[in-house]
């Protein structure tokens, strides 16, 4: 297939250092090819090399405008990984914006980003192909039975961000898995068939193959990390995974999968292997929720003064969601939540000041921060779950971290596991929302099914605009219903049901006709804009 010309048009002026680093493993000069003990002898006399691939894993979640080269412009939703939050979360009922002239997710908000034109689903393609691009290069250099702990540790990052970045594009693509094992989902690219896809292309494997090819890698990345962590390798900072990350990302595959006991077992695993602790009442009675530092991440993209993407001022991840910083969100009218959802939390729940009330206030804002909310002109509902940079109100600089997962996530996954699997879940909610988040809470769920839909209410409030809830629409079957929600623009209030083919991306349509091994055909229904509903 062509997913690696394209990624080589769209990233070349920016990563090609890095990616050298990786790829030169493969070839001699002349094009040669370099056999694998040539490759371990060079990984073992100078590791930076390996090092250099595993970084440029994680540097490519953070990227100012990639493909550049491919819109023949500067798009300012072009940024990575947080773009594709951004768009997703734009695409359900909890993260609402108005749709005017410099709010960027006005194609996610009324689905024209379905089409296989849009510039947001070849955001998407060429970003999630470009990390299993460089994951598949690390993978090559190491073999999987390598015994030096150091490169275990690397092989570990390349496997486990390869199975992550294949689920995400799983549910995207195609419907969740029970049930429809055997559509098409994604075509697989590995570092065993690279060479072949490059020129003939790769189909669509099932969902099935796709989720055989996830389990097996994260499974492999849980072994290796395992090992290398008892011979006492660490991970430097939070942009790598550690050991409680793999299992933190195999819990949601399973969860994924309705593998319960298995999704279960996992989150508790993680949970116990973590340093991170949920925050407390008083960590989140403020604006906070900006940096890998906090004791509750597990895993973050890291962001650096430096970076271009914060150079450039406005090209970032915070800048479209952060009311509290300087972006486009001050002119965009930024990020509010759906109405319905805020006026179900109680009082007495700290996350209530998440988000400014009715009266545009909100009891977790010092007087600074609730002046630039007024001066700002932000309607109700507005955001303030997310600080500026350094908590300075009005930062121009940019460079928050963004979250990639929580530990508090991980007791929500246990929670409705156990449930769903007979165990006692409702505790494990009750107990962890009554220590907290709100200490008068009561589950009043009594059968697993209503647990677990109260535990996707709580995860719409926990995790609000960390770029999960889309995943939790699809593995759910829920539809998209944003009537009374608060949508500023009558032509955005939708009541889409579940499975509708809106719901499903469609493969690029640069994919269909650079890919020998795809035609229009094996692409994902066509479906029309949906019709807007009255507003109630």
């Known amino acids: 297939m062509n997913i690696n010309k394209i990624y080589f048009l ?35 006399n100078d590791p930076s090399k390996a090092e250099a691939g595993v970084n440029s894993i994680f540097a490519q979640f953070s990227v100012f405008a990639p493909n550049e ?62 990390i299993i691009d460089m994951t598949n290069s690390v993978i090559g250099a190491n073999p999987l039975d390598v ?16 199975s992550f970045s294949y689920w995400v594009l799983a549910q995207l693509f195609q419907f969740n898995y029970v049930g429809n094992e055997s559509a098409p989902c994604v075509p697989i690219v590995t570092n065993e068939n690279s060479d072949e896809t490059a ?32 011979e006492g390798i ?24 309705q ?34 530092n906090e004791a509750n991440w597990m895993w973050g993209i890291v962001i650096n003064e430096t970076d271009r993407v914060v150079t450039s001022g406005i090209v970032n991840w915070i800048s479209h969601i952060g009311s509290l910083n300087w972006g486009y969100a001050n002119y ?34 010092n007087e600074e921060q609730a002046e630039k909310m007024v001066k700002t002109g932000y309607p109700a509902f507005t955001q303030v779950k997310f600080a500026p940079y350094n908590n300075i109100v009005g930062n121009s600089t940019n460079a928050n971290d963004i979250p990639l997962m929580r530990i508090e996530e991980m007791y929500l996954i246990k929670a409705e596991a156990e449930a769903m699997s007979g165990a ?39 995790l609000w605009g960390e770029g999960l809830n889309w995943f939790d629409i699809m593995r759910l079957n829920k539809g998209v219903d944003r009537r009374g929600a608060g949508y500023p623009n009558a032509t955005t209030v939708f009541n889409i049901p579940p499975k509708d083919n809106i719901l499903l991306w469609r493969i690029p349509e640069a994919e269909i006709q650079a890919n020998p091994s795809l035609s229009e055909a094996d692409n994902n229904p066509h479906a029309s804009k949906p019709t807007p509903v009255e507003d109630i």
């Not at 990233?11 to 040669?32: F, H, M, R, V």
């Not at 990345?221 to 090992?227: H, P």
């Not at 319960?260 to 009675?285: G, H, R, T």
Request: aromatic share 8%.
């Open 10 to 44: 769209a990233l070349i002026a920016s990563l090609s250092l890095a990616l050298t680093s990786c790829e030169d493993l493969d070839t001699l000069p002349g094009g040669k090819e370099v056999t694998d003990s040539q490759k371990d002898e060079v990984v073992n």
């Open 69 to 130: 080269k491919v819109f023949n412009a500067e798009r300012h939703n072009d940024f990575g990984y947080g773009a594709l939050m951004m768009f997703t979360d734009a695409n359900g009922n909890d993260v609402i914006s108005e749709d005017n002239g410099y709010n960027w997710t006005g194609n996610d908000l009324d689905y024209t980003d379905r089409e296989h034109t849009s510039r947001e689903v070849q955001i998407i393609w060429n970003e999630m192909y470009a």
């Open 147 to 162: 015994e030096d702990p150091t490169r275990q540790f690397y092989l570990g990052q390349g496997l486990a961000t390869r």
């Open 199 to 230: 020129i003939n292309g790769a189909p669509r494997a099932t969902v099935k193959e796709v989720y055989e090819l996830i389990q097996s890698d994260i499974d492999k990345a849980i072994d290796l990390l395992t090992k290398a962590e008892g």
């Open 234 to 257: 660490a991970r430097k900072d939070k942009r790598y995974v550690d050991l409680s990350v793999a299992y933190g990302i195999r819990a949601r595959i399973n969860l994924t999968m």
């Open 259 to 292: 593998k319960w006991s298995e999704a279960a077992s996992d989150a508790a695993k993680a949970i116990e292997l973590s340093s991170a602790a949920p925050a407390s009442i008083e960590d989140v009675n403020k604006p906070a929720f900006w940096t890998v």
């Open 332 to 365: 965009s009218g930024g990020k509010q939540i759906n109405k319905i959802l805020f006026e179900s939390i109680p009082a007495s729940d700290v996350r209530k000041g998440w988000w400014i009330d009715k009266d545009l206030t909100s009891p977790n804002l």
């Open 424 to 462: 006692d879940g409702k505790s494990t909610l009750e107990n962890f929302v009554k220590t907290y988040r709100n200490p008068d809470y009561v589950c009043q769920a009594t059968s697993a099914t209503d647990i677990q839909e109260e535990v996707f209410n709580q995860r719409r409030i926990e």
